[in-house]
């Protein structure tokens, strides 16, 4: 039996249908209270319902873009971080250029040390290279910059390489393209400085001091010379004359000789060996020999030479070297006498020193018995030369030649002892000129500190780049004589590129961005301009480059600092507002379609009262029929 067969009252169907409608209002706000909207599905409330969900989709599309602002925050950060550390680095630097400047001395020890400033330089810089390529974050490296290389092309390096003398020729710090004809002049003579050569007279004792020569094929060199006395009046004297590792050594004794004759006794003619008849003197020698003294003994009028020779002055001992000459001068006295045919004397070695094996002198006797008893003298002198001629040569074709004054080093006594530097000047010059015109030379003839040229690394800087040769000069002369040159040219080696620029988009339809582009603050041409320290800080002028390479460091690390800390505001400020905003548009979307409990809760309060009172006006409708059921 269907519920059509079924006749309900009016009552009770009014009664039900409200129970029913009420039940189902019951269930929706259930519903709400459980999800906590009041539009769950576009049935509930189609114009809330999609406009809540595009206010959605919009928050979560800022959401997106917030994190990914918050990691270029991130790069940023990590390139600022780099650039501090870089500006540590370069205030180190120029610590080492202000010790550089306070030891711009000539002597051996502030070239040393300059030479060690330069090498910590290098250090330096290398690093800076380093901490710019490691600054990058998620693939992004805001401090490489744009990737544009420029660089020397390998042919011209060979080029120049094949000129004798010069290798691994190169230009760093390449600021620009350009083109430089390198060249090699000169002679190869060799020659000194003046005023050292007079400081060196000077101070140790010489006299026609001298540097000449023409650098050798095999071992020349641009080294400085040094001489060194050492040694004290009336004593033997050493001299060392140094170049390049190479030593020559001279010794000599500080004093004058003599050879003295003095009578003895004196008397008639009478026997010989007869006391107060014959005649008797004694010639001395004393002082300390040395090769070339020469001795004279004059016997009644008659003169008789000796010169030492190599052979008297091998000992040490100045008196076996006396000795030595003793019986030299005595045997030409001897061979003397002979000659005259007029054996007159008697010729005996000194003996009245009991004490010492060596003799240092002879007595000569006369023989005569008759005659008149004309006495007769004898004399003896040293005409040593007081000046000591020397002349030195070295493998690298210098020769060093010079005069010993012994009476002004006799004067200076200990005060001579020492070490002078000379500089040697070689007629050898590199030079440069780029398309400019503008020419750039190392000379070896140049004054030390004004660009001189030297072994090893050289380096000729251009604005437009540092042009960089190793120098061998044992065969620059033949580069030199042959007049040789040829081009060492740069050009753009690598296209630039914006793989490390850093773009930041601000809303979901990607028409708000900002672009940061790298910035390149490695030490080449194309960033920091910052080169390796010139000639080892040879010369004031390469102290005075590093120094304004580091100021341009400075001004643009600085420019670069500020660049990045604009962008990072820009972004940090966007992601607040981002941030803010999309909780704007949650908000939003959350009031279309969210229940209010409260209310929903009221809502149920009141149904549920209603549903209980349509309940009981169902059960009253229906007393009725069940009073005629009573009946039966």
Do not use: H, W
């Not at 691994?168 to 002049?185: E, F, G, L, M, Q």
């Not at 005023?195 to 400085?224: C, H, M, P, Q, Y």
């Not at 019986?327 to 010729?347: C, D, K, P, Q, W």
């Amino acid at each position: 039996m269907s519920t059509s067969d079924v006749q309900l009252t009016a009552g009770m169907r009014n009664n039900l249908l409200l129970l029913q409608k009420t039940n189902k209002q019951v269930e929706s706000i259930q519903n709400r209270l459980a999800t906590g909207n009041k539009i769950n599905s576009a049935l509930d409330g189609p114009t809330n319902f999609f406009a809540a969900k595009g206010l959605s989709v919009r928050a979560n599309d800022l959401s997106k873009l917030k994190e990914s602002m918050g990691q270029s925050i991130s790069t940023i950060q990590a390139g600022d971080k780099g650039i501090t550390a870089i500006e540590d680095l370069i205030e180190q630097a120029k610590g080492l250029t202000t010790t550089a400047y306070g030891n711009l001395g000539t002597d051996a020890a502030s070239v040393a040390t300059r030479k060690s400033l330069a090498e910590q330089f290098n250090r330096i810089k290398d690093q800076i290279d380093k901490i710019a390529r490691d600054s990058g974050y998620q693939g992004k490296n805001l401090l490489v910059g744009n990737g544009l290389t420029m660089d020397s092309t390998a042919d011209s390096r060979a080029a120049v390489n094949s000129i004798s003398g010069l290798s691994n020729s190169r230009v760093t710090n390449v600021v620009s393209s350009d083109t430089y004809s390198i060249k090699v002049s000169g002679t190869g003579a060799i020659s000194a400085d003046l005023e050292d050569i007079a400081k060196a007279e000077d101070s140790r004792g010489l006299a026609s001091l001298k540097v000449s020569g023409s650098i050798s094929a095999t071992a020349g060199n641009f080294s400085d010379i040094k001489i060194e006395m050492r040694g004290n009046a009336g004593r033997e004297r050493t001299l060392v004359v140094t170049e390049n590792g190479e030593s020559r050594t001279v010794k000599f004794f500080d004093n004058t000789q003599s050879a003295t004759a003095s009578n003895v006794t004196a008397g008639k003619p009478g026997s010989a060996g007869v006391s107060g008849q014959a005649q008797v003197s004694r010639v001395t020698i004393s002082g300390a020999i040395e090769e070339g003294d020469i001795f004279t003994a004059t016997v009644n009028g008659q003169s008789f030479t000796y010169k030492a020779s190599a052979d008297d002055v091998t000992s040490a001992d100045p008196a076996e070297r006396r000795e030595a000459i003793a019986n030299g001068l005595m045997a030409a006295v001897e061979a003397g006498v002979g000659v005259t045919g007029s054996n007159r004397f008697t010729i005996a070695a000194n003996d009245s020193d009991t004490t010492d094996a060596f003799t240092d002198g002879f007595t000569i006797t006369s023989n005569e018995t008759t005659g008149t008893g004309t006495s007769f003298s004898i004399g003896a002198t040293s005409t040593n030369t007081l000046e000591k001629a020397v002349s030195i040569s070295f493998s690298s074709g210098t020769t060093v030649s010079f005069t010993v004054d012994r009476t002004a080093l006799e004067n200076l006594g200990t005060a001579a002892n020492g070490t002078s530097t000379i500089e040697k000047n070689v007629d050898l010059t590199v030079s440069a000129t780029n398309l400019n015109g503008v020419t750039i030379e190392r000379s070896g003839n140049n004054a030390r500190g004004a660009g001189k040229l030297a072994d090893g690394e050289n380096s000729l800087a251009f604005d437009s780049g540092t042009v960089r040769f190793e120098v061998d000069s044992a065969v620059l002369k033949q580069a030199a004589s042959a007049n040789l040159s040829s081009n060492l040219i740069t050009v753009q080696r690598t296209d630039a590129n914006t793989e490390n620029d850093l773009t930041v988009q601000f809303n979901e339809a990607n028409t708000s961005t900002i672009s940061v582009s790298s910035q390149n603050i490695q030490t080449d041409g194309q960033g920091l301009r910052l080169d390796y320290a010139q000639n080892n800080f040879l010369d004031r002028a390469d102290i005075d480059k590093a120094v304004a390479s580091l100021d341009f460091s400075t001004s643009k690390l600085r420019s670069t600092s500020q660049t990045l800390s604009t962008n990072l505001n820009i972004i940090q400020t966007r992601e607040s507002f981002t941030s803010e905003f999309s909780n704007v548009l949650t908000e939003g979307s959350n009031k279309l379609v969210q229940a209010d409990q409260n209310e929903e809760g009221a809502n149920l309060l009141l149904l549920q009262t209603r549903q209980q009172l349509g309940t009981i006006s169902l059960s009253l409708a229906n007393q009725a029929q069940q009073a005629i059921l009573r009946l039966f």
